[in-house]
């Protein structure tokens, strides 16, 4: 096991994402909540120059269904992480996570991911492990693990809140 540093861990990304938009125009990142992966983004975002934040795609691996705005929500501290160590980059996708149908709120960020993607699945992914052994919100023992579409909705998470969108297992595995 390689010894966690926030700063190698974003320099292997800016690195990965560089090459990513370089060739391809775009470079589509999946980001988590938790206390991880905030130094991780602040010091990505200080790496990011104008050419890679234009091309730069952020995405989430999951979401809580909670309304815009509230404190149990990841876009908000996952996005305040970044702006500690520069600008946001241009494209910016939360889950949408606060709808009512969380069935449609998860085909279309499905359809998000493949448009943003195109079709070829996310240039990196950045994940951090719960307490508990979760990441995302792919718990251990729980039937999400074995789902096959991209992005679902869980309506019985073991942690509160019970309703949350997350990518799945298929989708980690491909990045």
């Not at 470079?27 to 730069?56: D, K, M, N, Y």
């Not at 991911?113 to 492990?129: F, K, S």
């Not at 023992?141 to 309703?163: C, M, Q, T, W």
Request: hydrophobic letters at 45%; proline letters at 11%.
């Amino acid at each position: 096991m390689l010894p966690y540093s926030p700063d190698t861990v974003a320099e292997a990304l800016h690195a990965l994402l560089d090459q990513a938009a370089a060739a391809r125009g775009r470079a589509p990142l999946a980001i988590p909540r938790g206390r991880s992966p905030g130094p991780v983004l602040t010091a990505l975002a200080g790496l990011c120059e104008p050419f890679l934040r234009a091309r730069l795609h952020l995405l989430w691996l999951d979401e809580r269904a909670v309304p815009l705005g509230h404190p149990d929500r990841n876009d908000a501290p996952t996005l305040a992480a970044w702006q500690l160590g520069g600008p946001l980059p241009a494209h910016v996708h939360p889950m949408p996570a606060e709808l009512g149908d969380l069935g449609g709120a998860a085909i279309t960020y499905a359809q998000t991911l493949h448009t943003v993607t195109a079709g070829r699945g996310l240039d990196a992914c950045l994940v951090g492990i719960g307490e508990d052994g979760h990441l995302a919100s792919l718990f251990p023992n729980h039937a999400g693990l074995s789902e096959l579409a991209e992005v679902f909705a869980i309506y019985d998470s073991p942690k509160p809140p019970l309703r949350r969108l997350t990518m799945s297992l298929p989708v980690l595995h491909r990045a």
